[in-house]
């Protein structure tokens, strides 16, 4: 089955830093990249995604790579600011329709 | 919409005592699923459900039950709980191709 890896474990940043989380999957058949972000004492909610034939989504001060080759994608977040503390995890789908998460990334924002 | 809402919100319980937990969105998907999180362990799959009237075991079915009630609601039973079912709990739910919408989660605590 699919294995996906996520690191950080933990990032801390002061805040109007980059911050960047990687992810690495071992299922060449995964086309479906989706992060999400999990506020303290809330269920996960999804933030960006990005699909196998696409290299880069941006979405304001988020944006996610993939690298198909090397089986791994990031997502960036730039100008980071205390909101954005929270809990990220990664995943990945492949032909089934149940994603495999990553063990998440606590980032920490610093004012 | 409410979209995935989750009942309880917390729990405790004794080891051996039995209890559901109920789940249900109004977003009109077919699929559902059970997660729990534990510190550093990211989401583990327990149950989910393809469409009304199936269920598949997850990575860690053990100990656990699911009804799929109907189209809105799939349940999770702890027949006798145990102290390693301590976690929290996450109800997700998906149409087919697209991305998951998670509950609020359940706070279970086995004594």
């Known amino acids: 089955g699919e294995n996906v890896e996520q690191h950080p474990s933990t990032l801390s940043v002061q805040e109007g830093d980059s911050a960047v989380i990687k992810c690495t999957y071992s299922?060449?058949?995964?086309?479906?990249f989706p992060w999400y972000k999990q506020e303290l004492g809330k269920g996960p909610q999804l933030i960006i995604d990005?699909?196998?034939?696409?290299g880069e989504k941006k979405d304001q001060r988020i944006a996610v790579t993939l690298n198909k080759t090397a089986k791994h994608f990031s997502l960036h977040i730039t100008e980071t600011q205390p909101e954005d503390s929270a809990v990220y995890f990664c995943?990945?789908?492949?032909?089934?329709?149940?994603?495999?998460f990553g063990r998440g990334t606590s980032l920490i924002v610093h004012p | 919409n409410a979209g995935v809402t989750q009942t309880p919100k917390f729990q405790v319980l004794k080891t051996g005592q039995s209890m559901t937990l109920q789940c249900a969105q109004d977003?009109?998907?077919?699929?559902m699923y059970w997660y729990r999180q534990d510190p550093g362990m990211g989401l583990r799959l327990i149950y989910y459900?393809?469409?009304?009237?199936?269920?598949d075991k997850g990575e860690v079915p053990n100990g656990y039950n699911v009804s799929r009630l109907n189209k809105r609601e799939f349940s999770l039973r702890l027949e006798s709980a145990a102290p390693s079912q301590t976690s929290v709990y996450f109800c997700?739910?998906?149409?087919?191709?697209?991305?998951?919408?998670f509950g609020p989660g359940t706070r279970l605590t086995v004594t």
């Open positions: 299922d060449s058949a995964s086309n479906y």
């Open positions: 990005i699909r196998s034939n696409v």
């Open positions: 459900s393809a469409s009304e009237g199936t269920t």
């Open positions: 977003m009109n998907h077919n699929s």
């Open positions: 995943a990945a789908r492949g032909g089934s329709y149940i994603p495999t």
């Open positions: 997700a739910s998906s149409a087919e191709g697209r991305e998951q919408y």
